[in-house]
């Protein structure tokens, strides 16, 4: 058993390193977890624009068994859409993303949509790396003034393993996924 004064001696050592690591955080900004120079040139960001917010989204993407374009009698999984969770790096839900079309909304009402610039593969089973160009955001907010969005860290989400078909034409099947959303602004 400990004795009375170590105890103590533990206690105020315990609250003194408690109170430390509080009052670091605050003074701490987050780090972006991505730098351009980490990805492939063709999903960077152009020059001229800055991190503004970092989003993980945690979802599902749905695909439909359709006939391949000009191909008859042959079949493929096409995308749908997804339906995403956006939240902070702490988990706390800060927006959504969903479709058609590609829409992330904040959970402050701003919203936008953006078109594809390019993507890059990231590892079989996983949907690829993407930069997209945002259009005008709708409402004022989170989505307001960004230029560019980043699909980075790709898990899971392509489409899915099982046969696509005339007998299963029609038929959806949902996948999971996540992805982390970094959010561009012009400096």
Do not use: H
């Not at 780090?31 to 599902?60: C, R």
């Not at 749908?80 to 800060?94: E, F, I, M």
């Not at 099982?162 to 038929?171: F, I, K, L, T, V």
């Amino acid at each position: 058993m400990m004795s009375r004064t170590a105890t103590a001696c533990a206690s105020v050592l315990l609250v003194s390193l408690l109170a430390a690591c509080g009052s670091m955080s605050p003074m701490m900004p987050m780090k972006p977890l991505y730098s351009q120079a980490m990805l492939p040139a063709t999903v960077q960001v152009p020059a001229g624009n800055k991190v503004a917010m970092e989003t993980v989204g945690v979802g599902d993407i749905t695909y439909q068994c359709s006939p391949k374009k000009d191909m008859a009698g042959q079949f493929e999984w096409v995308f749908v859409g997804p339906d995403a969770r956006l939240n902070d790096r702490s988990g706390k839900q800060v927006g959504k993303y969903y479709g058609p079309p590609a829409t992330w909304e904040s959970l402050d009402g701003s919203r936008l949509t953006a078109t594809q610039v390019a993507v890059a593969a990231n590892g079989a089973g996983n949907i690829p790396t993407q930069l997209v160009k945002a259009n005008p955001a709708m409402g004022s907010g989170a989505m307001s003034g960004v230029t560019y969005i980043q699909r980075v860290d790709t898990r899971g989400g392509v489409a899915p393993a099982m046969a696509c078909a005339a007998a299963n034409a029609g038929s959806k099947q949902v996948v999971q996924y996540q992805a982390d959303y970094i959010f561009y602004k012009a400096m």
